[in-house]
């Protein structure tokens, strides 16, 4: 079967959580987004969907959440996931495309996409099927990368880079890896059908010598008094924000969670295969992950 919508950045196989996380010096941006996310996320909630989930990093810090359900493309990225959170009601893991997710209108009140943005073509489409499974007054979590961060613009002043951090055109510096200007990001997000709460700048000390040489306490100490400032201006290489899901959503079936990402038609749930009785397909449940992945049929 063929795809209408952008291609995949392929995590399959990938230990970018070893190579990046834990082997790769990152511990201080880690704290940082812990930071910020601690400071974004509601004081409690029903059903999160963590998009781009990868091996979990981020979901333990969902604590308020009582259900969480892990989405993301690559089946080895959610078996790290599930190996590190283990199997219970608490969590649900789908291999599914952002651009097509297998969910019920307005089925969620919370959502994150945590460094994931980064790898989306088409932003608004991406989105837009975020904001369709968010109910009405839903707290979403956006993370993206800043093409407009102080590096960036030293580099171009110096005529040491092309591309403008000025211009709201994403820059794609590597296939399927985009970094994207915060005033397109703001009004992808107005396209969506989301409201900007706040917006938090993180990571503003991400450059090898400073991680060297400042301890980790003074720089994430550092990030936090600066992370507020993201209200008026983003020159740091990572920006979280905190929206608001406006306008009607679709009213979220009652009982049901998975719809069909081909047709749309309701599907049984439970802990089994799931069998569109309208088109015929069957979307396999096997060792506590769903495969939604339209494109793998
Ligand atoms: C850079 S990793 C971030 C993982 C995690 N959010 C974190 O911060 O540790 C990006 C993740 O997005 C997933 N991804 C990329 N494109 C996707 C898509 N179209 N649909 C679902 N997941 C996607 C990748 O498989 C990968 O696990």
Avoid at 90 to 96: D, G, I, L, M
Wanted: hydrophobic share 40%; charged share 25%.
């Amino acid at each position: 079967m063929t795809s209408n919508t952008p291609p995949v950045c392929n995590y399959e196989g990938s230990q970018y959580q070893k190579d990046f996380w834990e082997e790769g010096g990152r511990a201080y941006e880690d704290a940082a987004e812990e930071i910020a996310l601690k400071r974004l996320l509601p004081g409690g909630g029903n059903f999160m969907l963590e998009l781009g989930a990868g091996a979990g990093r981020n979901t333990p810090r969902y604590k308020n959440y009582k259900r969480i359900a892990l989405v993301d493309y690559s089946r080895t990225q959610l078996e790290q996931a599930r190996d590190r959170l283990g199997l219970s009601q608490r969590y649900v893991f789908v291999a599914a495309d952002i651009y097509k997710l297998p969910f019920v209108d307005g089925r969620f009140d919370g959502a994150t996409m945590i460094r994931t943005l980064h790898h989306m073509a088409d932003p608004v489409l991406a989105l837009s099927q975020v904001r369709r499974v968010i109910a009405s007054g839903g707290v979403f979590i956006l993370e993206f990368a800043n093409k407009r961060n102080l590096k960036a613009i030293g580099r171009y002043l110096l005529g040491r880079q092309a591309w403008s951090p000025f211009n709201e055109e994403p820059v794609e510096f590597a296939d399927l890896n985009f970094d994207f200007h915060p005033r397109a990001v703001r009004r992808y997000l107005d396209q969506a059908g989301f409201e900007l709460a706040k917006q938090l700048t993180v990571s503003h000390f991400r450059a090898g010598f400073l991680k060297r040489r400042l301890p980790l306490k003074i720089l994430t100490g550092l990030d936090a008094l600066l992370q507020p400032t993201g209200a008026l201006i983003q020159v740091s290489p990572s920006v979280f924000s905190k929206c608001i899901a406006v306008g009607d959503s679709g009213a979220a079936e009652e009982d049901h969670l998975f719809q069909c990402p081909v047709c749309g038609s309701l599907l049984p749930g439970g802990e089994m295969d799931q069998v569109c009785h309208e088109c015929g397909r069957t979307w396999e449940y096997r060792d506590g992950i769903y495969d939604f992945r339209v494109d793998q049929k």
